[in-house]
Structures are given as C-alpha cells and as structure tokens.
C-alpha cells in the first residue's frame, strides 16, 4: 500500500486530537494496566468448514435464500490479508500473529480492545440480544439491508442472527486490505492500531460509528470499513472466509475482480465522496465482500459498498445500486444515527425503496418518519421513551428537524423503557455523566 508523503507525521496529531473531539465518553473503559494479550494459537491446518444448510429458522421460509458462494476462481481472494487483518485489528486470539509484525505493540493494543469486546458483550449485548429475540418475528427475509451503516455489522449481527447475506451502504470505501502483509514500522503500526482502538472504544459501548474517526481512518489509508467488519465478526464468534472486491455491473449483479482488473486500477482513486476527499487507495478496493460462518454453521456473506444514496447518487451517479437492491426482493432492513437522512425530500428515492421492499425494519428517530410509512401502508410500533431530536453536534445539526409527532407517539403507543441505545439518543443528555435515553422504533408491513 503507497501512503502519500507527510501523512503519517500528522496522525499522531489526529490520535491525540480523537478523545477530545466533542465524543461522550465510553460506558466501558479500558483498564489502565490491561494483562498483555494471551500469545497467539498455532495456524489451524483444518480446511474451512463446508457450506451447511440454512438454519431451522429458514427452513419452511417463503422468501428466497441468497447466494453466498461466489462461482468458484471468481475474483481475487484477499484471505491472507483477511487473515492478518482478523489478528492484528480486531485481535482475534485464535489466530497467528504474522511474523513481520511488532508483537509487543500488537499486544498493546489487544490488550485494550479485548477490554472493549468484554464490555460489549457484557454491558449492550447481554441487555440488547433478549429484547430483540423476544420481539423478531419468526419468519423473516434473510437479506438485510443497512443504508447509512458504513462500520457497523454489529448491528445487523444482533438483530438478524439468521440472516444469510448483509449489506451496508455508505459514503466510505471499504479499504485496502493490504498494508499488514508488508513490514509497517513499528511508529506507523502503533499509530494506525491506536486509531482503530479509539473508533472501536466509540462503536463498543453501543453508540455509532463517529464521522471524524472514520475520517482519520480513511485519510490514514488504513482499511477502516474492513476493520470494523472484523471486530463485529470477533464480537460475535465469527470466522471471516474469504475477501473479494467488486464492482456492480448496470443490471445490478456483482462483478468480483481478478488480479489483472486489481492491477488495471492500480493508479486510479476513488472519488470524493465526503467533505474530507478520497482516500489514498487505488478505486479497486471500494467496496468488499467477507463470507464467513461459524463450525458448522452455514457460509454466511455481507458486502460494503461506497455511494451516495441522495436522488441525485442514486439516480445519475450510482443507478447500477438501486438496479442491485431491487434484485433483492423483500428485505430485512436497519438503519441508526443516519443523520436523518431519510425524513429529506433529498434522500427520497432511498426512502420509496424501503417503503416497498422492507418486511421489518428497526430504527432510531433517523428511520422511515411516521408520515411517510403512514403513506406507505407501513405500521410502526414504539419502544423506550422520546422527548426530541438528539442535541445538534459539530458534524450534523438537527435543530430543524421536527419531532413533535414522535413525541407524541412515543407518549401514546409505547409502554416499555429501553435500557440500551440503538442509534442516538433523545435530546436529554445534559452533561458527559447523564444516562442518555434509549428509544427505538419497528417500521413493518402489516
């Protein structure tokens, strides 16, 4: 991986500048004196496990299983990379620590995000997983679709534990995976892993992925959708498979590419898709595919793909996207702390999409507004309690978004308190020490 000159001069800078940026502080801190991470397993030699069949929960399904074996010798995979990635970012303790990396700063750095797992599990999930099982239907497609969920498959992991492909779609792009099979000297390692810990220590106390971590990330070359793909496959128990990139052809299908293509988009960058400009990283590695599963378990794929999801992406810059979702038939779908993108006339061509497509679909404030699903025959049901938007931040204002009508449906129609987030909170964080409050919202067909 080629990084531009002087980047990494001022990503010391950007890692300290982090922690201080506006971000609340974390449920869950990292203990100052974390035990080193536990020495690394010997490489397995055991082939991976053969696809099984779909789970019990798919069994008598009406809604079309998805592919998630691409045609064999289809595209390049990255799986040494993937495997390297797995170890080193997202600590994974059952792997082998590749030989070229600096194991005393690996393990540092493990030793805080293992910190960040324990917390997870313990604190978000052990409260969000019984909720969600209790009020998931049954039956359910085994597609999911996230707009807005650039880093985060934890999410989708949680809710939809027998889905069979996800796909989140957002303005990062995946990442080069490629970075950790060459030698980083051990400043650079120390500052790329110290930007991961700090993006994963916002992600892992059940908040969301902030914009400025994603940013340092990006600029940095690190492959930062990639990482948080692994960290939520470890949280989750999860073995990553096999990596490939793609593109999507004009009918929407997938399009793996091989290494003469990889080499062909060796000079070129991506576009700019966000204020803070492209990343420094050939255009071939935009958007990935990670199949994984566990033991026995069926063979499992989520894709990440880079676009603009406005009418105006959707329709004149990326219309092989919408050509790709429409392919999916009746989905299941997520999203949280987008920004409210959805309630913009700007964002409608997205919202119509889901509208028609959607069969169960969790959200904070930032889903489908009660009007529109209204207008769409759609029926939404209320969860914890919510007195208004979250306060205006430094990277996305909100005080012109009304809430008056999910103030009044949250005071009618729901009964519950939520002790979880899922996504922003209402507006009554008053300083870094107040519990914020949780809301969500079900957006179904009836």
């Excluded at 998630?68 to 990255?78: C, I, K, Q, Y």
């Excluded at 060459?182 to 810990?197: I, N, P, R, S, W």
């Excluded at 028609?356 to 699903?373: E, F, N, Q, R, Y």
Aim: charge should be negative.
């Amino acid at each position: 991986m080629t990084l531009r000159n002087g980047i990494w001069s001022s990503l010391i800078a950007l890692a300290a500048y982090l922690p201080a940026c506006g971000a609340p502080p974390p449920a869950v801190t990292p203990a100052a004196e974390a035990p080193p991470a536990a020495a690394s397993a010997a490489p397995s030699t055991a082939a991976p496990a053969p696809q099984a069949a779909p789970s019990a929960a798919f069994a008598d399904a009406t809604y079309p299983l998805p592919e998630t074996n691409p045609e064999p010798g289809a595209g390049h995979d990255f799986k040494d990379e993937l495997a390297a990635l797995y170890r080193v970012v997202a600590c994974a303790p059952e792997a082998p620590l590749p030989n070229y990396v600096d194991a005393a700063v690996v393990d540092k750095h493990c030793a805080r995000v293992d910190q960040l797992v324990k917390g997870y599990r313990e604190k978000y999930i052990a409260k969000a997983k019984p909720f969600f099982d209790g009020i998931r239907p049954k039956q359910l497609p085994p597609t999911v679709v996230y707009p807005f969920g650039g880093g985060d498959l934890l999410s989708p992991l949680l809710v939809f534990p027998d889905a069979l492909e996800i796909t989140t779609i957002s303005l990062e792009y995946a990442g080069d995976p490629r970075g950790l099979t060459t030698k980083y000297d051990k400043k650079t390692l120390e500052t790329g892993l110290g930007l991961f810990a700090e993006s994963f220590r916002t992600l892992l106390r059940g908040d969301w992925n902030w914009t400025r971590n994603m940013e340092a990330l990006q600029q940095a070359g690190f492959p930062e959708q990639l990482g948080y793909a692994l960290i939520a496959l470890r949280v989750h128990e999860y073995q990553p498979l096999s990596l490939r990139f793609f593109r999507l052809k004009g009918d929407g299908s997938v399009d793996y590419l091989d290494d003469a293509e990889i080499e062909g988009l060796a000079d070129k960058r991506p576009e700019r898709l966000r204020e803070w400009g492209a990343p420094d990283y050939s255009l071939a590695f935009s958007n990935a595919e990670i199949r994984f599963s566990k033991p026995g378990g069926p063979v499992k794929v989520f894709r990440h793909m880079a676009a603009n999801l406005s009418n105006k992406g959707l329709t004149k810059e990326f219309p092989e996207m919408l050509a790709h979702l429409e392919k999916k038939g009746m989905v299941s779908a997520t999203t949280r702390a987008a920004s409210h993108l959805l309630w913009s006339p700007g964002f409608s061509t997205m919202r119509d999409y889901l509208s028609k497509h959607l069969v169960w679909m969790p959200s904070d404030s930032t889903g489908i507004t009660p009007h529109d699903a209204q207008a769409a025959g759609l029926v939404q049901d209320y969860y914890g309690t919510f007195e208004g938007m979250y306060e205006p931040s430094d990277q996305d204002p909100r005080s012109n978004i009304p809430s008056d009508d999910l103030k009044r449906l949250f005071k009618e129609k729901s009964t519950t308190n939520l002790d979880f987030l899922y996504g922003y909170s209402d507006n009554r964080r008053v300083d870094a020490n107040t519990q914020r409050i949780g809301h969500l919202i079900i957006t179904r067909r009836p």
